[in-house]
């Protein structure tokens, strides 16, 4: 199911060159299932069309606070009656200081005063001098003083010619936030650490022994933390995924690099969720030099040596995270999890058959720990996320629940 199925959501545009950006998240919230009705101030239309949005929406686009349309002509109640939540993007400098000081007068910003309890977000977007003034930096904190969520803005180009805060972020990034928005905050005040991705064990310069891991699952569940609530740190083995929104992210290339990554983060932590698929054997001595083929001769010899156990390690530490496994088998999927649910010292392992969902989009989990087992359907891999956090925040040890100060 579309992430924002059965949403209504207000979309206000505010003045400037950023509403060409509107259109696209417009659509883009379209596709996840929402259901979008337009209102613009009489700048907004001076960068983009109202025959532009109606066409795109399919609803009409409101513009009037007297507008007739509306028997009653009271726009600015009607509007956001039913409505989920309020988008204003772009928003500009002036809207913001309106919006901080609760002027109303036109029918977006009259609407967003006598919006009741439904939700209000911003993107805003204006040169990078009219961000930083002061003004609009004491507008943006009484406005997240009043509940009201900024999404970003961004650094960047600017339409100006000018680079520096203040761009709007772009519109997949605002739809991220926006869904994360609805997601319940279960995690709230957490402090979560993952791993995510393969390892990479040197050979020689050029030459790697790795695994099929993608890092799919780990960053779902980096972001499926984060969209909880949580403060997120996830160590990453190589992968050319993008690290999510509001996740911290740590690169690591071999096992022992993610293990000296890992361990000094531990103890901070809340919960360990340990995803990445980590090289049980590194090369003692790797080659200085990159190894040729000889005619002739003999293979070269790898030495072997077996690298740590990053999640044993945590396991065991004095004031340990309450800590999560996965294990990806390719047989015997009980008996095997158990066992290194067992061998690790872990209450909670997850695990899935690898050559069902190591390159695949969607996955089938099951949860074990000392009850017994807990399975999920097959679903895509965020959705599987959300959903073994939301069973993680339902188990979690009072002991491990602590929010953060």
Same mark, same amino acid.
């Given at each position: 199911m579309p992430d924002l199925h059965g949403k209504r959501i207000i979309l206000g545009?505010?003045?400037?060159?950023?509403?060409?950006? %509107?259109?696209? &998240? &417009? @659509?883009?919230? +379209?596709?996840?299932?929402a259901t979008v009705d337009v209102v613009m101030t009489a700048a907004a239309t001076g960068f983009i069309t109202a025959a532009t949005l109606q066409a795109l929406s399919g609803r009409p686009v409101w513009e009037d606070a007297w507008d007739s349309r509306m028997d009653n002509r009271m726009a600015h109640i009607n509007l956001s009656r039913g409505a989920d939540a309020i988008l204003i993007a772009p928003a500009s400098t002036d809207f913001m200081a309106k919006l901080a000081h609760g002027l109303a007068d036109d029918l977006l910003a009259t609407l967003c005063v006598a919006r009741g309890a439904v939700p209000l977000l911003a993107a805003p977007a204006m040169n990078h001098e009219m961000w930083i003034h002061p003004a609009t930096q004491r507008? *943006? #904190?009484?406005? @997240? *003083?009043?509940?009201?969520?900024?999404?970003? =803005? *961004?650094?960047?180009q600017q339409a100006c010619g000018e680079?520096? %805060?203040?761009?709007?972020?772009?519109?997949? +990034?605002?739809? @991220? #936030?926006?869904i994360a928005f609805f997601q319940p905050k279960v995690l709230a005040g957490r402090r979560v650490l993952l791993t995510a991705g393969p390892t990479s064990e040197t050979i020689d310069p050029v030459r790697v022994l790795t695994n099929r891991s993608s890092g799919r699952m780990g960053y779902a569940l980096a972001r499926a933390a984060a969209e909880a609530g949580a403060q997120v740190t996830l160590v990453s083995g190589p992968t050319a &995924? $993008?690290? =999510?929104? +509001?996740?911290?992210?740590? $690169?690591?290339? %071999?096992?022992?690099d993610m293990h000296a990554a890992v361990l000094p983060? #531990? #103890? +901070?932590? $809340?919960?360990?969720?340990?995803?990445? *698929?980590?090289? $049980?054997?590194?090369?003692?001595? =790797? %080659?200085? @030099?990159? &190894?040729?083929?000889q005619p002739g001769a003999q293979p070269p010899q790898l030495d072997f040596v077996q690298n740590p156990d990053i999640l044993a390690e945590v396991a065991a530490l004095p004031q340990a995270p309450w800590c999560v496994g996965f294990a990806a088998e390719t047989e015997d999927l009980h008996a095997h999890a158990q066992a290194k649910r067992q061998r690790k010292g872990i209450p909670v392992i997850v695990g899935n058959l690898a050559q069902h969902s190591m390159d695949a989009t969607d996955t089938e989990l099951i949860i074990f720990d000392a009850r017994g087992t807990h399975p999920l359907p097959r679903q895509g891999k965020l959705q599987a996320a959300r959903q073994l956090i939301g069973w993680i925040a339902g188990h979690l040890p009072e002991t491990h629940a602590a929010p953060i100060g």
């Open positions: 545009l505010t003045g400037g060159i950023a509403c060409y950006k %509107s259109a696209e &998240l &417009l @659509r883009r919230m +379209q596709d996840e299932g507008n *943006a #904190a009484q406005l @997240r *003083a009043d509940g009201v969520t900024l999404i970003g =803005p *961004a650094e960047g680079t520096g %805060s203040g761009r709007m972020m772009e519109p997949d +990034q605002i739809l @991220r #936030a926006l &995924l $993008d690290c =999510p929104d +509001q996740v911290t992210r740590i $690169d690591a290339r %071999s096992a022992r983060l #531990a #103890a +901070q932590a $809340d919960i360990f969720i340990a995803v990445a *698929a980590v090289a $049980d054997w590194g090369i003692r001595n =790797p %080659s200085a @030099r990159k &190894l040729k083929k």
